[in-house]
């Protein structure tokens, strides 16, 4: 069975902090596949990131970046310099590949100006 | 990659009514996926729609609330029967594309109010 868990809820952070959102992961496949979808007020989902489990590699991308560990089933998204725009829903999820994904319950990021 | 079209993109509709939500897709895929998402909450998937065969629903979910459709491979329909003020949620559709399906594809959902 796939289980994804992000326990932080909800996070509010100041304008140009960096925050963190958590995603910690179940699943007894050797393959598989992650990701993060961000999920603005008006409720389209919008991709972010994709890493499949052979590729340990930590990935940036602007001010976003992403640390990928097998060792403890994590896939941690990091936002740097917080911006209002990133006020959003943030979703991690999980796929053997070839099945729907299993979201986590989201967090929701509030970036105070 | 896939681009979905779905729609309606939101609709508000009086409870004991029905409502079919339409998910075209750019290029045939096998399988097509309905999603719920509540009020507040996250992603739940309500049905897997395979063209030529029935839709195999997830615990909680039956075909006579939510039936659906799958004519051809890019298209597929959901319809919310006999709706009461808890269904009011986000319906998405998704696909999977890509090398060995391995990248999932949304639809921007449908946001739905039952008065």
């Known amino acids: 069975a796939q289980k994804v868990t992000q326990a932080q809820t909800e996070i509010s952070v100041v304008e140009k902090e960096d925050v963190t959102l958590d995603c910690v992961y179940e699943t007894r496949d050797t393959t598989y596949y992650l990701f993060w979808y961000k999920q603005p007020p008006s409720g389209e989902l919008v991709f972010l990131i994709r890493?499949?489990?052979?590729?340990?590699q930590n990935e940036i991308s602007g001010r976003y970046s992403w640390n990928f560990q097998k060792s403890t089933s994590s896939f941690n998204f990091t936002i740097t310099a917080s911006q209002v725009v990133d006020s959003a829903v943030y979703f991690c999820?999980?796929?053997?590949?070839?099945?729907?994904?299993?979201f986590g319950k989201g967090t929701r990021l509030s970036v105070i100006a | 990659s896939a681009v979905i079209s779905q729609k309606p993109s939101r609709d508000i509709c009086q409870r004991g009514t029905s409502l079919t939500i339409q998910c075209q897709v750019d290029?045939?895929?096998?399988?097509m996926f309905w999603y719920r998402q509540q009020p507040g909450q996250s992603l739940t998937l309500i049905a897997t729609a395979n063209q030529g065969s029935e839709a195999t629903y997830e615990s909680g979910f039956v075909i006579d609330k939510f039936p659906i459709s799958r004519p051809n491979l890019t298209f597929s329909t959901l319809t919310v029967s006999n709706m009461s003020p808890e269904d009011s949620s986000i319906y998405l559709c998704?696909?999977?594309?890509?090398?060995?399906?391995?990248?999932?594809?949304f639809g921007q959902g449908t946001r739905l109010t039952v008065v």
């Open positions: 890493r499949n489990s052979f590729d340990e």
């Open positions: 998704s696909v999977l594309g890509g090398a060995w399906n391995t990248e999932a594809f």
């Open positions: 290029s045939q895929v096998t399988m």
């Open positions: 999820a999980l796929s053997p590949g070839n099945t729907p994904l299993v």
